[in-house]
């Protein structure tokens, strides 16, 4: 106890003799000082998306602006692919944050907005399932919002559960309901 009040207070006296000497010293903050909770970049590749690049780079902004503790950004190793194929769009998650999202042509071609079937299947991935609410203002409504619903923004709801879901911890937990093989939980978007 004495040895750090003396280490404590030779190290004050040196920081304030050292301006005079015409050294500046850059000291650490304190420990107990309030450090913001740094955000967890979740890599994903969408090289594989085709003509829906663009529309998975916006919904990964829109989750950026919402939400504050994770990062979607392009880029490898990456935790999240995106295809493109004729089927519905679904998400398969591996892990929270990780898994493959697949756009389908079949939602697109009934009149599906690309971008928020975008943002929605970013949604599984990031821990969140279907809401069938039928209600255009809940992302998670998915196919159950009329064809002309083109909101792609999550609700506050939304956005804050998955602020919950990776609050605190900058490693993937527990995906809630994966399987025992490990396979994860599949998600698809079913239209009319």
């Known amino acids: 106890m004495l040895r750090r009040r003396v280490l404590r207070a030779a190290l004050a006296v040196l920081t304030a003799l050292l301006p005079v000497a015409g050294i500046q010293a850059v000291t650490a903050a304190p420990a107990s000082a309030d450090v913001s909770v740094q955000a967890r970049t979740i890599y994903y590749d969408a090289s594989r998306a085709g003509v829906f690049a663009t529309n998975f780079a916006q919904a990964a902004q829109i989750w950026n602006s919402r939400v504050s503790n994770i990062r979607l950004q392009a ?22 944050g990780a898994g493959r999202i697949w756009m389908g042509w079949q939602a697109v071609d009934q009149g599906y907005d690309r971008t928020r079937i975008a943002t929605h299947e970013w949604g599984h991935i990031l821990g969140l399932p279907d ?32 602020q919950q879901l990776f609050a605190g911890s900058l490693t993937a937990p527990a995906l809630v309901g994966a399987g025992s093989s490990g396979q994860g939980v599949t998600w698809t978007w079913h239209g009319n």
């Open 131 to 162: 809401r069938r609410t039928g209600l255009c203002s809940d992302l998670m409504s998915g196919s159950s919002a009329p064809v002309s619903c083109t909101n792609a923004q999550p609700s506050t709801a939304e956005a804050n559960r998955v």
């Open 75 to 96: 880029g490898t190793p990456a935790s999240v692919v995106i295809y493109v194929d004729t089927g519905w769009p679904r998400a398969q998650t591996t892990s929270l």
